[in-house]
């Protein structure tokens, strides 16, 4: 356990987590652009000078069952992320 919440360097505030309806969680970052997208990681055209292009950066987590089964079946791209694309 950690003795207090790592700071996000894109703000200088908490990072964030979140439970999500379905019982997922997120963590993230700001990224470097300091705004809060509220977990978005998708790419925003127009930031390349940026060392990340998302805007929010987002924590690894565990695949759910339907991930795996996707990535098995030979489709890795059907994730909770999006298509892939």
């Known amino acids: ?3 207090a919440v790592p700071i996000d360097p894109g703000d200088g505030q908490p990072l964030r987590y979140r439970l999500n309806t379905d019982g997922t969680w997120q ?4 990224a470097l652009d300091g705004i ?5 990681g998708n790419s925003v055209r127009g930031r390349s000078f ?6 929010d950066i987002l924590w690894p987590r565990p695949a ?5 089964v996707a ?5 890795p791209g059907q994730t909770a ?4 694309e």
């Open 64 to 68: 759910t069952p339907e991930e795996v």
């Open 81 to 84: 992320f999006g298509d892939g």
């Open 1 to 3: 356990f950690m003795s």
């Open 36 to 40: 809060d997208d509220v977990g978005d």
């Open 27 to 30: 963590l993230y970052s700001t």
């Open 50 to 55: 940026y060392t990340s292009t998302a805007k």
């Open 71 to 75: 990535y098995e079946q030979g489709r």
